[in-house]
């Protein structure tokens, strides 16, 4: 096989190569398989797709990038996909939009990371991440300029002045992970090129490249994972770079070697071989040389697409893969992004680690799932995060799990080191063969097996609920804890111990389900129960557990005690419905067991947000809305009765005719306009009274009407209305629409008396309302409850005023107004869950007594007369102002129990506001206000109306 020639232009001295050679979001795997994906072939070698498919592509992770710098205006590079960074060649920065490349290495690299996703070219590993470049200064020395060996040391010197700026600056910036592909393969006094070993010891590499060892160490301690490539000199062992932790070890955890095979997957013969760095070294597609391969595809500077070979190639998939790591497991630090990449590599080469490709090829789709082998402790704080390690996971080494947050591991999981939870929570849902300790700050749950547990901390079995099972022995320690839950159907969760289970500790409950007269069995042991729990802590308001135990088994017994569920409720409504609750609680009715599990579990502090939701006080409410909204009728008709009650002729158009026929418009006609239309809108607020929530009701509608005047100056007529109500009430989520048909007659009348003249109306209206309650509610699961039902509501209506000419154009007239109203309400019955309410019959009378003055004002407007009123007065009221209803529990056992509605305040202040505009003779137009306050309460309802004679 004949190999491309690999060389950078402006190689920075015979040290520092080129690695590449100078010639030149989720859904399923095969989503991701374009042809952008396949015009980049490493992508498929390293099972790109399917890391893709489990929706991870690199986002929000930012990969630092040490090479020859970066073409920032490629299309590949837009859209903020550089975030930073230096160029110590120019001193400028790099960024979106601003960087150079000196000789296209850097471009070619950065594109097989982070090129973008865009369904052009190809893309890179990790798309959606983002890149911080870094160029160092290469101006103080050419190597083809100065050829000769005896600018060997001054070489070597100049390369470590160059790149430790460079790593000692990116040391700074919270980087994950940098690129490196490029290396030293120089050795003082060994002709080049030389590799790792040939340094002799560690003092003899550290005085070579002083400079750069502290750089590295400084990354290390800054938690960065260093992918370094191994070279492309046909050694047997990495170059400087990629095997300084064969001379340095406090490096090892935090690099990556990287080799190379073709892009179509076959050996190439240029690749430095792992050699000593096998432990930390792994194989990427570097690019063949033209047979059978020609090179990994990627960004060309200044535009378009190259192939370029060599492990600069290979090693920048490594580096997007850890990426792709990242995102999927935000709290890896380096050695995590390092094992997991290095133990879920796929053998390519002898059985296990070898010299030649170290862990194998890389399989990126793996290792976004998690370590594939503990090869010593792998001691991980998952920092608050939830995450799961779901693949099979053997070695030697252990598991630590600390801090907050939940690691779940669920492949059948052979490493042979122990695993100990220091902090949150770990949750077994597959298989660990190895010993579990849980200390004081740590959890252990889930629903698979492990072969020993040591509690010091606690122990939750299940996934919620479920079973733990534990091959060997289990063994609690004073101040564990063992937490117990109860699923709706009963079951519980469950430990099964194979051996011995040793309690202590605290037993806590933690929620569910307990029913009374019940029994839990819910730790099983084959070798024998032995010592017990302390205590068993619950928040139990109306249950008592106690715990029972046997000679292998443990389980907890559940009784009703004698606590009134009421005495936890704050209203009356709410301990009126607690009150019905509680006949029958030791043994609840199946139809309503879900309800009563929520009632009986609930802790003290939750009984009234329960009751409140039970109580049905929609239903009341919806009666003190409708009590309240009759007060729209009255005043409705009333304002159209004194439209019309003084109306009498008004004179025809002056002529200067002295004889012949009077025309039609010169005849004296009547003022009255007896036919009208009204349309109404209104909201209204019923206060909360501390027991009651708070009613709002909208209403809009239209009414018509007529009247006519049949003698001795009365008016008698009649009008229909159609109105829409919508009502809700605040706090618990339930809601009433109301469609509500009025008929009514009235009259009017004016008398002469004294200085003015005395008014009288009264009249007669009957109401059908048909109601459609909804009450969505959260107790006993979650429940829609509906109801239909009629309502039919009379009212008798009268007003006395004194009508006083105040001026030529100005009216005032006090009054007095009284209306008695009688609504009867159906009985219903809900339905859609176990807590639907059947409702009695209902019936109420409201009495209401106002007082008040008005004032009106008349003038001219051009060819039509305006008027404008007010008024102000008091409205106090009488009877059930505070309506209830009478509900029962239509699973229960009948006993009613009484909800009221928010009240309607006894006494308010009246306004009214009008303008109305006179169009002629026989048409007037009009707008109107009304509204009523008291107490919290507010009644507001506008009108436009329109007045018409024939």
């Not at 390690?389 to 690691?407: C, E, H, P, Q, Y």
Request: glycine share 14%; aromatic share 8%.
């Amino acid at each position: 096989m004949t190999r491309k020639t690999h060389t950078l232009q402006s190689w920075i001295g015979a040290g520092l190569f080129c690695m590449l050679g100078c010639t030149s979001a989720q859904g399923a795997a095969f989503d991701f398989q374009t042809a952008e994906y396949f015009n980049q072939e490493g992508l498929n070698l390293i099972n790109a797709a399917e890391a893709y498919s489990l929706g991870y592509t690199g986002a929000g992770v930012r990969v630092g990038v040490l090479d020859s710098g970066i073409d920032a205006f490629h299309p590949e590079f837009r859209g903020g996909k550089i975030t930073g960074g230096y160029d110590f060649y120019s001193n400028l920065p790099y960024q979106s939009g601003l960087g150079e490349d000196y000789d296209g290495h850097g471009s070619h690299v950065a594109g097989i990371i982070g090129a973008l996703r865009d369904g052009v070219g190809m893309h890179g590993v990790a798309f959606e991440s983002s890149l911080f470049i870094v160029h160092e200064d290469d101006r103080q020395y050419n190597y083809f300029t100065h050829p000769d060996p005896s600018y060997l040391s001054p070489r070597d010197e100049w390369l470590d002045k160059s790149l430790a700026p460079a790593w000692r600056y990116m040391a700074t910036q919270n980087l994950p992970i940098i690129n490196n592909s490029l290396g030293f393969n120089d050795c003082p006094g060994v002709a080049p090129p030389c590799n790792v070993t040939e340094y002799g010891s560690a003092v003899a590499a550290e005085a070579a490249f002083p400079l750069s060892v502290a750089a590295f160490r400084e990354l290390a301690a800054a938690g960065t994972l260093m992918v370094f490539a191994t070279g492309n000199e046909k050694q047997l062992h990495p170059d400087f770079m990629a095997g300084s932790p064969h001379w340095f070890p406090e490096l090892k955890n935090n690099w990556l070697a990287v080799t190379a095979i073709s892009e179509t997957g076959e050996a190439v013969d240029y690749a430095n071989k792992c050699g000593v760095a096998m432990e930390w070294c792994l194989t990427a597609p570097g690019g063949g040389e033209g047979n059978p391969g020609l090179g990994v595809n990627s960004v060309e500077d200044e535009g378009g697409y190259t192939r370029k070979s060599g492990t600069s190639m290979a090693t920048p998939h490594v580096a997007g893969a850890a990426a792709l790591v990242k995102q999927a497991f935000p709290y890896f630090g380096a050695y995590h992004l390092q094992q997991t990449l290095l133990t879920t590599a796929t053998d390519i080469g002898a059985s296990g680690v070898d010299d030649v490709y170290g862990w194998g090829l890389l399989n990126v789709g793996k290792a976004v799932r998690g370590p594939g082998r503990f090869t010593g402790l792998f001691d991980v704080d998952t920092l608050g995060y939830e995450s799961t390690f779901s693949n099979d996971i053997g070695g030697a080494g252990g598991l630590t799990k600390r801090g907050a947050g939940v690691l779940r591991l669920v492949g059948a999981n052979t490493y042979a080191g122990p695993t100990m939870v220091e902090g949150g929570k770990l949750v077994v849902n597959g298989s660990v063969t190895s010993e579990v300790t849980v200390r004081a700050a740590g959890t252990l749950g889930g629903s698979g097996t492990v072969a020993k547990i040591d509690n010091y901390g606690v122990l939750a079995p299940g996934n919620s609920v479920g079973t733990l099972t534990v091959a060997g022995n289990y063994t609690a320690y004073p101040g564990s804890v063992y937490e117990l839950e109860v699923g709706p159907d009963g079951a519980t969760d469950k430990l099964m111990v194979g051996g011995s289970a040793d309690l202590a500790g605290t037993l806590r409950l933690t929620g569910g389900r307990f029913r009374p007269n019940a029994s839990y069995q819910f730790i099983s042991a084959t070798g024998g129960v032995t010592g017990g729990f302390d205590t068993v802590a619950h928040g139990l308001a109306f249950l008592t557990p106690t715990l029972a135990l046997s000679s292998g088994a443990a389980a907890l017994a559940i009784v009703r005690n004698d606590v009134p569920i009421a005495r936890y409720a704050a209203t009356l409504n709410q301990k009126a419905v607690s009150q019905a609750l509680d006949g029958i609680s030791s043994r609840p009715p199946a139809g309503m067991a879900d309800v009563y599990d929520e009632v009986l579990n609930a802790e003290a502090g939750q009984v009234p947000a329960i009751m409140e939701q039970l109580s049905g006080q929609v239903h009341a409410g919806t009666e003190s809305a409708l009590l309240n909204a009759g007060g729209l009728v009255t005043r409705t008709l009333s304002n159209r009765m004194r439209a019309n009650v003084r109306a009498g002729m008004a004179p025809g158009k002056a002529l200067a005719q002295a004889g012949g026929a009077m025309p039609a418009d010169a005849m004296p006609y009547p003022e009255a306009l007896p036919v009208w239309a009204q349309i109404v809108g209104g909201r209204s607020t019923l206060d909360g009274d501390g027991n009651a929530a708070r009613v709002r009701n909208d209403t809009t509608g239209l009414f018509l009407g007529g009247d006519a005047k049949i003698g001795r100056g009365w008016r008698l007529g009649g009008a229909f209305a159609y109105t829409d109500g919508r009502i809700k009430l605040d706090g618990p989520s339930s809601s009433s629409r109301v469609d509500s048909y009025t008929g009514a007659l009235y009259g009017s009348n004016n008398w002469a008396a004294g200085p003015g003249s005395l008014r009288f109306l009264g009249g007669v209206a009957y109401t059908r309302h048909h109601i459609d309650t909804r009450r969505n509610i959260e107790v006993g699961g979650s429940q829609t409850l509906k109801a239909g039902y009629h309502a039919d509501a009379l009212q008798l209506f009268t007003e006395l005023g004194y009508r006083l000419q105040a001026s030529r154009n100005g009216m005032l007239e006090p009054y007095a107004g009284l209306t008695w109203q009688n609504l009867r309400a159906g009985a219903f019955a809900e339905t859609g869950g176990q807590a639907a309410l059947n409702g009695k019959r209902r019936r109420s009378d409201l009495t209401t007594f106002t007082l008040g003055l008005r004032g009106k004002a008349e003038f001219e407007s051009g060819r039509s007369q305006v008027s404008l009123s007010a008024g102000l007065g008091w409205r106090h009221a009488m009877g059930d102002v505070s309506p209830s209803r009478s509900l029962s529990f239509a699973q229960g056992d009948g006993t009613l129990f009484r909800t009221s509605g928010a009240p309607i305040a006894k006494n308010a202040a009246v306004a009214e506001l009008g303008a109305e505009l006179r169009v002629g003779r026989k048409t007037a137009v009009g707008m109107g206000y009304s509204g009523q306050f008291g107490n919290g309460n507010t009644d507001s309802a506008g009108t436009l109306y329109l007045r018409y004679r024939f």
